[in-house]
């Protein structure tokens, strides 16, 4: 079979104005980039609308380094539904550069359930990404120009500041610097470092601001740090809202594009869920439930990463209700976590996916304590042998759920209809009735052990002296509040990622948090977790080529 980019390539595309002409906008309210690209204004957002449509959530059980599909199923299945007649939008994150170089790949799903122009959405896209570092490192400069200034100066202590500049590639690298140094005309000597794009709170605050207003208070409320007599200094203190919104006033739009099938797809933003909320935005969600009978989003990594979030922080603030879940399982996946080795990823063994089910109960079980039963579809991959396939059917049916095999990455919506009829069937069924797992009003640390014990598993909880120190302030600053965003590995249901199946016996420790008081989340870091990430040994940057005609190969 061709690979994804050739695939995407080769596929006729309509353009964007046909596209959003199936939705019923108008030609005036596009904002067009491009043939085949455009923002949409978010006066479409129709809360009325919102009410009638039915939301479906996209998750995954505990994925190898590669992943096991959730795009890939997320756009085969809005294939599907509109095959058997259901009026459909994809609503999916945008990628970011760092896994598009690195070991990941791109997020534009696969096959032939891939969205459109896949090249472009895969790097600058329409810029969102951009305008988000540039206005995150405008707050850094801000605060950097503050500590040179004498005559207006905050009185800033240096080694309070907790804001970093961002990048959007994976460089281990720039994980801790040292800034400010060659003299006086060259800024104040400290110590800071780069997160990722993704991992921004200002990407976590495009993704929860529901108009310009919301995003500027939401920019003005970001922590930033201390003043030499301890009092806290906000981001509005330096008067940088303002200006970062201006920064932000397109990318706060949804950008629309298609499915290979000439389908709508809205892509929007978002962070990784392995340190932020790993989610779209609230108004491409809600613009996408404006605008179409069924919404098929997704939110990043496995269940107890993504899916958590999307209900307990994004559900929370926006009043979105989600009607059904669907967890994507692979064999190759299950096998890992019956104990196969990477290069026994490939080899049948129904003893392997026996004790490798063990992940995908958990998963079910954790998607039932939001009060929703899921549909479990089984990315289907050549090399799945029909013993396993039916072993992981069995299994899924003795917790109570139905398996259906997906074939969207060879087929497209042909190979999806039956996933797409037994999803609609579970929304019709009327039984999912999703809950939050916590009140937000609880103290942080019985927040923070509900979701380790209930969703990961753990027995117990524990706090570095700088995480009890964290939690003080978090105390101080009035914050106990607020919902929880963990911080973990995305290997394992634990915050060691050695621990795959479904662990037991085992505790979670919180190394240190950082406070999101403008996205209006606290974030406890777990173990090891790193907001920036490195590259492998051998990085996906280096199969990919452009030719003279400008034709990009090796992007996947």
């Known amino acids: ?312 922080i994004k559900c929370g603030y926006s009043g979105l209700k989600v009607n059904t879940v669907v967890l994507v399982v692979t064999i190759r996946a299950i096998r890992h976590h019956g104990g196969a080795k990477k290069e026994e990823y490939d080899i049948p063994s129904v003893e392997r996916v026996v004790k490798g089910m063990e992940n995908v109960e958990k998963h079910i079980e954790n998607i039932k304590k939001f009060g929703i039963t899921p549909v479990v579809a089984l990315n289907m991959r050549v090399g799945d042998s029909a013993e396993e396939i039916a072993m992981v059917k069995q299994m899924c049916g003795k917790y109570g759920v139905k398996a259906v095999e997906s074939n969207g990455w060879a087929l497209g919506g042909n190979g999806t209809q039956e996933l797409a009829k037994e999803v609609v069937r579970n929304v019709e069924s009327n039984s999912n009735k999703m809950k939050l797992l916590y009140d937000w009003n609880l103290p942080v640390k019985t927040k923070i052990e509900t979701i380790a014990k209930e969703i990961y598993g753990a027995d117990d909880v524990e706090y570095s002296p700088k995480a009890e120190a964290d939690l003080k302030l978090i105390k101080s600053l009035g914050l106990e509040h607020l919902p929880i965003c963990m911080a973990k590995t995305q290997k394992s249901l634990s915050d060691n990622e050695k621990l795959i199946g479904r662990p037991r016996d085992f505790s979670v420790s919180i190394r240190e948090f950082e406070i999101a008081a403008g996205a209006g989340f606290i974030i406890p870091i777990l173990g090891a977790m790193m907001r920036m990430p490195g590259l492998p040994n051998v990085p996906a940057s280096e199969g990919m080529d452009i030719d003279d005609d400008g034709v990009i190969s090796g992007l996947s």
């Open 1 to 312: 079979m061709e690979s994804d980019i050739q695939i995407a390539q080769a596929a006729k595309l309509s353009p964007i104005r046909e596209v959003a002409a199936k939705l019923g906008i108008g030609e005036d309210d596009l904002e067009l980039y491009g043939k085949y690209k455009a923002k949409i204004p978010l006066n479409l957002i129709d809360e009325e609308k919102i009410k009638k449509s039915k939301l479906i959530l996209v998750t995954a059980m505990t994925p190898t380094p590669a992943g096991e599909g959730k795009t890939t199923v997320s756009i085969g299945l809005t294939e599907g539904l509109n095959k058997i007649g259901k009026k459909t939008i994809v609503v999916l994150r945008e990628p970011s550069l760092g896994p598009v170089f690195g070991i990941k790949g791109g997020a534009a799903g696969g096959g032939n359930s891939q969205v459109v122009p896949m090249e472009d959405i895969n790097l600058h896209f329409t810029g969102d990404f951009s305008a988000v570092e540039k206005a995150n490192n405008l707050l850094s400069a801000l605060i950097d120009n503050n500590l040179q200034n004498k005559q207006f100066s905050l009185n800033i202590d240096p080694r309070t500041i907790m804001w970093k500049r961002v990048m959007d590639l994976n460089d281990r690298a720039l994980r801790k610097t040292v800034m400010g140094l060659g003299g006086t005309a060259d800024g104040i000597p400290r110590e800071s470092g780069f997160n990722i794009t993704a991992a921004s709170e200002i990407m976590a605050i495009l993704c929860m601001s529901t108009n310009i207003k919301d995003l500027k208070e939401r920019l003005g409320n970001i922590f930033v740090g201390f003043t030499f007599d301890k009092k806290p200094i906000f981001a509005r203190d330096l008067k940088a809202q303002g200006a970062m919104a201006i920064l932000l006033k397109d990318a706060i739009k949804p950008n629309l594009v298609q499915t290979l099938e000439g389908n709508p797809a809205i892509i929007h933003a978002g962070p990784f869920a392995n340190i932020a909320q790993g989610t779209n935005t609230i108004v491409a969600t809600k613009m996408g439930m404006s605008l179409a009978e069924y919404v098929v989003t997704e939110a990043g990594f496995g269940a107890d990463l993504g899916a958590e979030k999307f209900i307990d």
